[in-house]
């Protein structure tokens, strides 16, 4: 019999005091593990409460047995999504080629869930157990001999025994420990707009449609209740941008794909006026090593494997898997378990990350004509290459 969540985190002796920052996939993940093994956990997240929004998360290997070992694994198959169609499209809503995606509710392989769920149902299985601080941030991280002194945006100070950054992709943690600046960062040649809003009617339920031009995609994603409205589109160089100014990222988006039919026109029309949506460079994190002292990486924090992967909510659980098995291993020994938590998962963190590279943006938007024709006709094949 699973034990209840509460059960197994009573179970353990209390190993001190964490501290975790980000509260997605993989601070709450992280954060059960750690608590599960006696941890006293504290999440601060910078946003005023859980990040909402993107694209469906895709559950399959190890992140299915990790689900498992938490005893959530009914809860995400109960809203596991049906399988999808998935289409290239003409200009003229003709289709170039088809193939059915997706999550599988009658198979144990591969499930496919909203973000928001998922991330609905962490927050539950720790929201009892942690402490969750929302609206702060870490200023300054001094280490100690035995501890991390930590400074929070409002002042406090807290003593912890460990400090695990999941704070994403432009991770504060890494700035602040391992320097600031992008020499961690890959861009990847492009940028991913992804809007949820409610059901528009633009395409039919369990249906994905993508109409690419060279060097720009458009994406919808059908439901139920909702559609998700995807753009993406590739630059030379990285563009200046104000990330905080919402309001210039939607003109942006706008000013890029006002020229385009197919349903580009009402996809505009739907996302204008709000500014709840994801947006952000198509980059991988690649750094030589994930820890230093007792401060540890987990998810896109360490090693973002970017959009283009389509595992990002997968890995982020992963690592949150490993790092707490390996804590497990080395109780009280912090710097042999982040030695096995890196050397454990790192091979599969590049052969993903060199896959992506590889492949993924003449796949998302292919670079111009000639290759968006190679493309199409690899389609009209029958290999959808997505
Ligand atoms: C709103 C949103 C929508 C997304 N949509 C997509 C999508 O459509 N497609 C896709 O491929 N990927 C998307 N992503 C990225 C995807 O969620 C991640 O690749 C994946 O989930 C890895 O999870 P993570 O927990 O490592 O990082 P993230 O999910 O990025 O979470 C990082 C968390 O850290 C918080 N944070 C940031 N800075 C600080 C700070 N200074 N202090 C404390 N907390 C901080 C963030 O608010 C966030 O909650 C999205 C991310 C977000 C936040």
Redesign the pocket.
Known sequence: MVPSTRDALNSRSDYGAVLI????????ATAYGLRRLGYRVTI????PG??????P?DIEGETIDILKRMGLIDRVRAKALPSRRFAFKNADDSTLGSMGVGGDQASEVRYEIH?DDLLDILFDAVADDVELLFG???TGLVERADGVAVALDNGEQRDVAVVVG????????RRLVFGGGDQFTHFMGGY?F?KVVAETGLLPADTTEVFRTPGRMAMLNGYDDRT?I?FGFRTESEIAYDYRDRAQQRRLIKDRFGDLGWKVPAMLAAVAGDDDF?F?RINQIRMPCWSRGRVVL????GY???????L??S??II?AGRLAAALERYPYDHASAFYHYEDGLRPFVEQIQERAANDGMSTMCPADEDELAERNREIAAGDMGW
Do not use: Q
Not at 50 to 55: D, E, H, S, Y
Not at 298 to 301: K, L, P, S, T
Not at 304 to 310: E, I, K, T
């Open positions: 920052s980000g509260a997605s996939f993989a601070g709450l601060i997240e910078a946003a859980l990040r909402r929004g993107g694209t998360v973000r702060r941030s870490i999941c704070d994403g992709n432009r991770s504060n943690t991913f992804l998700d995807g994801y952000d987990v998810g896109d924090a973002c494997v970017s959009p283009l992967a389509g990002g909510g890995m982020a690592g």
